[in-house]
């Protein structure tokens, strides 16, 4: 059972920085591609930043730069490093595996950058 839990969202000022946790159970991240998603009110979830199974990351154009994934294999763990925030920013972040056949989630953790 795929289990993904987002931990270390938080309030923010503009500029600040962040950093997200995904604890991963029912899988090895180091094995599988992995992402972060976000979800702004009113909008739809998009991509933020990937890492696939060799380790190879992709970063959506309005957080390159500022962004980073990485993993910690020993702890299962994956991470969004998010640097000089803006308050375009503010969304719920979600963890993600996509299986093929099956989407998993976490619950999401809100992150919200004040100006």
């Known amino acids: 059972q795929v289990q993904l839990v987002e931990s270390g969202g938080g309030l923010v000022q503009a500029g600040g920085s962040l950093r997200l946790s995904c604890a991963a159970s029912?899988?090895?991240?180091?094995?599988?591609?992995m992402g972060w998603y976000r979800q702004a009110p009113g909008k739809q979830r998009a991509l933020v930043a990937a890492?696939?199974?060799?380790?190879?990351?992709s970063y959506a154009d309005s957080v390159k730069g500022r962004f980073t994934i990485s993993r910690d294999n020993a702890k299962n763990t994956v991470y969004l490093q998010m640097n000089s925030l803006k308050p375009e920013d503010t969304a719920v972040y979600y963890c993600?595996?996509?299986?093929?056949?099956?989407?998993?989630w976490g619950q999401g953790t809100q992150v919200t950058v004040s100006s």
């Open positions: 029912g899988i090895i991240v180091s094995i599988k591609p």
């Open positions: 993600n595996y996509n299986a093929g056949y099956a989407n998993y």
């Open positions: 890492m696939s199974s060799g380790g190879s990351t």
